[in-house]
């Protein structure tokens, strides 16, 4: 499997950018797929996660309400759509699927990494 994020740039706090992670390979709909994050400085961080069948969502607290992820199996697609950034939110994103669940603290079974596409949102 191999996944490419992008939609990443620069935007003003109070704005809005979405983010898209196009897998390739087999079996799509097999996998729970998430959003993490990276801040300069900092740990990677858990951001939201989709079900294979996109009928539950979960996320951290510091983005809900204000983020929302959601999936189009037949485009192969994951999307996180970003609303009332904040400074605080600039990182740089990556996209994960996994064949076990994706947790905030842990991913179970064999899972693949795309490259992170970066936001920054300025003051």
């Known amino acids: 499997v191999q996944l490419q994020a992008s939609g990443g740039g620069l935007v003003q706090a109070g704005g809005s950018l979405r983010l898209f992670c196009a897998a390739s390979g087999r079996a799509f709909r097999s996998y729970d797929m998430g959003w993490f994050r990276q801040a300069p400085g900092k740990e990677r961080e858990f951001v939201a996660v989709?079900?294979?069948?996109?009928?539950?969502?979960y996320y951290a607290g510091s983005v809900k309400d204000r983020f929302t992820i959601s999936r189009d199996n037949a485009k192969n697609t994951v999307y996180l759509q970003m609303d009332s950034l904040k400074f605080d939110d600039t990182a740089v994103y990556y996209c994960?699927?996994?064949?076990?669940?994706?947790?905030?603290?842990?991913?179970?079974?064999?899972?693949?990494w795309g490259k992170g596409t970066l936001v920054t949102v300025s003051s």
């Open positions: 989709i079900s294979r069948s996109g009928d539950t969502t």
């Open positions: 994960v699927v996994s064949e076990g669940s994706i947790t905030p603290s842990y991913i179970h079974g064999t899972h693949y």
